[in-house]
């Protein structure tokens, strides 16, 4: 983040150099390198980190909800519902003041949400939803299709680059405008995080958490607007924000919850829109490119590819906990094999154990006896097989009666043969 702002100040028309940033701020009215950093780059930075933050959250919020890695404001019509509520008047030639374009941006947000959980039965089914959202977003961009049509050609280009996500021109007006809604949106966030970890439970389960499953939904689609909209109304629909910053989140610390996340990706995606600023503002210079087509080029694979390393992590970490699980098999489970030594070391000491094949009843054989005093299940689990017994050379093993070579517990007995000498 540090990286990508400090570029962004310094590079471009005219260049300055990092060491002279604060002097330029500072001199903003006298040099023309301070009005370009004060007046021109610095709000399009702060405005790019504020815009990223917001779309981040949002889009881990409506994951989590939906419990779907997929759940982003594009597939749900909130971004496009918003869209369309700034771009209607503007074809319209209805002259409304600035101020006024946030609420027309949060109408419309709630409008296209709102429509997809109507149309997905107020979001008993996340995977209705979702789907619900596809066709709700279609809808809503054929309408802004229309309104394209009837635009006459400098309208065209501006509805064009405000579509795209665009950052061009922004000015501290601009920034001043998100603070209210940002006052209403956090702390909301903070109660909703909690709730978003008993969501990820499923529905079940999180009403009998005491969480009602579709009033939270509905709480956290209603965040979700208060979060997207007002970012829509000044730069438009960023897309796909919303998709990479939660994965990029989970991606570096897998093992939490959404309290975690959402700070986390919250700061996922201001840095996603401050690194695409950065080419869209100077790749094509002096033309300016929407910072939203830069964020769906390199978004939409950074995440399907974060969704992938992620998956094949978890399941070879879940392979890994399987068999360090098989290795340790504790004493008394049932199937594990006897008990081989006692509480004096020698093999074939102790209490009872299980048999061979898991049934119980082995009787405790004494230390140093000789003979068949236990009896240890034979292999179809009858007893009466001779249990382990110890040898005239002090040897202790097990006797082959009954039980077959790959099912003892004991290894055979060693038989010596021969003179002393020559063994």
């Not at 939660?246 to 919250?266: E, I, K, M, N, Q």
């Not at 008990?339 to 209490?351: A, L, V």
């Not at 119980?360 to 017994?389: L, N, W």
Request: with cysteine; charged share 15%; proline share 9%.
């Amino acid at each position: 983040m540090l990286a990508a702002s400090v570029c962004a100040l310094c590079l471009g028309t005219p260049y300055v150099p990092p060491h002279r940033l604060l002097g330029a701020v500072l001199d903003g009215d006298t040099t023309l390198a301070g009005i370009v950093v004060a007046e021109l780059r610095l709000p399009r930075v702060v405005l790019a980190l504020i815009a990223g933050a917001c779309l981040g959250a949002a889009g881990l919020v409506l994951q989590e909800a939906l419990r779907n890695p997929l759940a982003v404001p594009e597939m749900l019509g909130v971004s496009s519902g918003a869209a369309l509520g700034v771009a209607a008047p503007l074809v319209l030639a209805l002259s409304l003041p600035a101020a006024v374009q946030p609420v027309l941006a949060l109408g419309g947000a709630a409008l296209g949400g709102g429509l997809t959980l109507l149309a997905a039965g107020l979001g008993r089914s996340p995977s209705a939803v979702l789907l619900t959202g596809a066709a709700v977003a279609a809808a809503l961009q054929a309408a802004l299709l229309v309104l394209m049509v009837m635009a006459d050609q400098l309208d065209l280009q501006l509805i064009y680059r405000y579509l795209l996500g665009s950052l061009s021109a922004r000015t501290w007006d601009d920034v001043t405008a998100l603070w209210p809604w940002l006052l209403v949106a956090v702390p909301a966030l903070v109660l909703c995080a909690p709730v978003l970890s008993v969501m990820r439970l499923g529905d079940e389960d999180a009403e009998a958490l005491g969480v009602r499953a579709q009033r939270a939904r509905l709480l956290a689609l209603a965040i979700a607007v208060v979060l997207i909209a007002p970012v829509t109304a000044v730069c438009g629909p960023v897309a796909w924000v919303g998709f990479l910053a939660p994965h990029l989140a989970r991606w570096f610390d897998p093992s939490s919850g959404a309290v975690r996340w959402l700070p986390w990706s919250a700061a996922w995606g201001a840095v996603v829109v401050a690194v695409a600023d950065v080419p869209a503002r100077l790749a094509l210079a002096p033309v300016e490119t929407p910072a939203g087509a830069w964020t769906a080029l390199l978004g939409v694979p950074a995440g399907v590819a974060l969704m992938r390393s992620g998956g094949r992590r978890g399941r070879n970490g879940g392979r890994r906990a399987a068999g360090s699980a098989r290795g340790r098999v504790p004493h008394g489970v049932p199937g594990a094999p006897a008990s081989s030594r006692g509480p004096d070391g020698e093999p074939g000491t102790g209490g009872s154990s299980p048999g061979l094949d898991g049934a119980p009843g082995a009787s405790p054989v004494p230390s140093g006896g000789s003979g068949t005093c236990g009896t240890r299940p034979a292999s179809d689990g009858a007893p009466g097989a001779p249990g382990p017994s110890r040898g005239p050379d002090g040897v202790s093993g097990v006797r082959r009666y009954g039980v077959p070579e790959s099912r003892r517990a004991f290894p055979p007995p060693v038989e010596k043969t021969g003179t002393k000498d020559e063994r």
